[in-house]
């Protein structure tokens, strides 16, 4: 006799739809209803409220933000912005294309790279027609995000191999005209709009599940209000974006493992995949599910690029002057979660992250006993990296050269950057299969009618950590959350 397989946790299960027939009433009616108030809700129901249809907005936390609120505010444009000509850089919609689709990942969809890429400038005034200001200002050091006023930075890996080969590099990180994070402020602005223009908002409103008529199309949805379950009808349609599941352990551990080695998830609390298991609930496939980001932002200081990040066996395994996101992947994946940058004294600063120095020596051939690697291993690996240093090329990993320089000032530290031993940021990247324009798609490819989708409830723009770049996550589902309301306020 075959034994019971063991029970799934609720929590990774399709959440089940109610049928139409067992509503008795309506506590609201409206054409479109949007579920979560992210970036990409935002952006959906201006775009709906735009096109004259009655739109809600449904929001569970007290006020709207998502995941966006929360994050530094970069958005990536291209193309030949206002602010990329005010600063110098000549881009054109062929550029970045030649760069997106490959920072957007091996899985992504070619038509949705395509889309962005020619609309970037149109999706650049979007943001400010809602009153996003930019300063026309390019902040010339390689952060995360500028901690000023200023706006545009190189984002990603556009200056790293071998994304340079690809495209010419180009900064394309715009982060709005404030100080510091500006994630707050995007949507402070979208939540002004969409009051002057008259769209709806209800806070503190959890949508339990979504509700479909007897031919499977999507009507509208299920929500507790002031502790009361109600139901609420969307004529035309729903969109969900309410983030990815970063949040929800079980559902990281069935679908991402990687990501569950990961010490400090980035969301809000409404990022458990709760919209995502809505959509599978009456069919909808959800792709992309294993990838997500995972980042230890080893720098500022910039001198720590020059340095080397090496695995327990004292070897180089990428260049360290990629994104830190595609470094991080590397350590993943290349290195088992374990690396350590080295530095030597000319190098080494006080990182953001506070990485723990767990040596310090005097020698190479110390500082490799001391770190317990295989003898010689970490002293060919610097010999032959400052052998060639000297002439600033590096032949193997092909470091920009204004990185290269000898590490030949005693003494020599090592910084861990290992999953269980620093601090490891992570979000998800997969999510419910879409067409470009927001409809949600079976596992047959069919369309589930009356449902869509955008955010990281999605599989978007980008979808995959050791490709991405800043800004992408913002760019990518507030145009794609645009295309869902136009969409689903166009729909019978």
């Given at each position: 006799m075959a034994e019971n397989p063991a029970p799934r946790d609720h929590n990774v299960l399709p959440s089940e739809p109610r049928a139409l027939a067992s509503i008795d009433s309506w506590w609201g009616e409206f054409d479109v209803i949007v579920v979560g108030f992210?970036?990409?809700?935002?952006?959906?129901?201006?775009?709906?409220?735009?096109?004259?249809?009655s739109t809600l907005i449904l929001e569970r936390a007290t006020r709207g933000g998502g995941a966006t609120a929360l994050s530094e505010g970069t958005i990536y444009f291209g193309g030949g912005t206002r602010v990329q000509k005010a600063a110098g850089f000549e881009d054109s919609i062929e550029n970045m294309h030649a760069h997106v689709k490959g920072a957007a990942g091996p899985t992504a969809d070619p038509e949705k790279v395509r889309l962005y890429c020619e609309n970037s400038l149109e999706h650049f005034a979007f943001f400010e027609s809602i009153g996003v200001e930019f300063k026309d200002t390019y902040y010339d050091e390689k952060v995360?995000?500028?901690?000023?006023?200023?706006?545009?930075?190189?984002?990603?890996?556009?200056?790293?191999?071998?994304?340079?080969?690809?495209?010419?590099?180009?900064?394309?990180?715009?982060?709005?005209?404030?100080?510091?994070?500006?994630?707050?402020?995007?949507?402070?602005?979208?939540?002004?709009?969409?009051?002057?223009?008259?769209?709806?908002i209800q806070n503190e409103s959890r949508v339990q599940t979504l509700i479909e008529d007897e031919t499977g199309r999507v009507v509208g949805?299920?929500?507790?209000?002031?502790?009361?379950?109600?139901?609420?009808?969307?004529?035309?349609?729903?969109?969900?974006?309410?983030?990815?599941?970063?949040?929800?352990?079980?559902?990281?551990?069935?679908?991402?493992?990687?990501?569950?080695?990961?010490?400090?998830?980035?969301?809000?609390?409404?990022?458990?995949?709760?919209?995502?298991?809505?959509?599978?609930?009456?069919?909808?496939?959800?792709?992309?599910?294993?990838?997500?980001?995972?980042?230890?932002?080893?720098?500022?200081?910039?001198?720590?690029?020059?340095?080397?990040?090496v695995s327990q066996q004292g070897q180089r395994f990428i260049n360290e002057d990629c994104y830190h996101g595609r470094v991080t992947d590397a350590i993943q994946k290349k290195a088992d979660g374990t690396a350590f940058l080295i530095v030597d004294d000319e190098t080494y600063g006080q990182s953001l992250g506070g990485y723990q120095m767990v040596a310090v020596e005097e020698t190479i051939e110390e500082l490799e006993r001391s770190l317990g690697m295989p003898q010689g291993q970490l002293v060919h690996t610097f010999a032959s990296y400052n052998h060639f240093a000297a002439a600033g090329v590096d032949p193997v990993f092909h470091k920009a050269e204004k990185y290269v320089t000898p590490l030949d000032h005693p003494p020599y530290a090592a910084l861990d950057l290992s999953v269980d031993k620093s601090i490891w940021a992570t979000f998800t990247l997969g999510g419910l299969n879409t067409q470009p324009t927001g409809e949600?798609?079976?596992?047959?490819?069919?369309?589930?009618?009356?449902?869509?989708?955008?955010?990281?409830?999605?599989?978007?723009?980008?979808?995959s950590g050791s490709h991405y770049a800043s800004g992408m996550s913002i760019g990518g589902s507030s145009f794609f959350g645009r295309m869902a309301g136009k969409s689903v306020a166009a729909a019978d």
């Open positions: 992210g970036v990409a809700g935002g952006a959906a129901a201006i775009e709906v409220v735009r096109a004259g249809a995360i995000f500028p901690p000023t006023d200023d706006c545009l930075i190189y984002s990603g890996n556009e200056q790293a191999y071998p994304f340079s080969e690809e495209a010419v590099p180009v900064p394309r990180g715009h982060k709005p005209k404030k100080e510091g994070s500006a994630g707050g402020y995007i949507i402070e602005q979208m939540i002004e709009t969409l009051g002057a223009l008259g769209g709806t949805v299920v929500a507790q209000i002031e502790g009361n379950d109600v139901a609420i009808r969307a004529r035309r349609g729903v969109v969900l974006t309410t983030g990815g599941f970063i949040m929800n352990r079980a559902m990281v551990e069935q679908f991402a493992p990687d990501l569950a080695r990961c010490n400090y998830p980035i969301g809000s609390d409404g990022c458990d995949g709760s919209g995502i298991r809505m959509g599978m609930g009456v069919g909808g496939a959800a792709i992309n599910m294993n990838e997500g980001l995972m980042t230890t932002p080893f720098f500022p200081p910039v001198g720590h690029i020059k340095g080397l990040v949600v798609l079976g596992v047959d490819g069919q369309i589930i009618r009356g449902l869509y989708a955008a955010g990281r409830a999605s599989a978007g723009l980008t979808r």
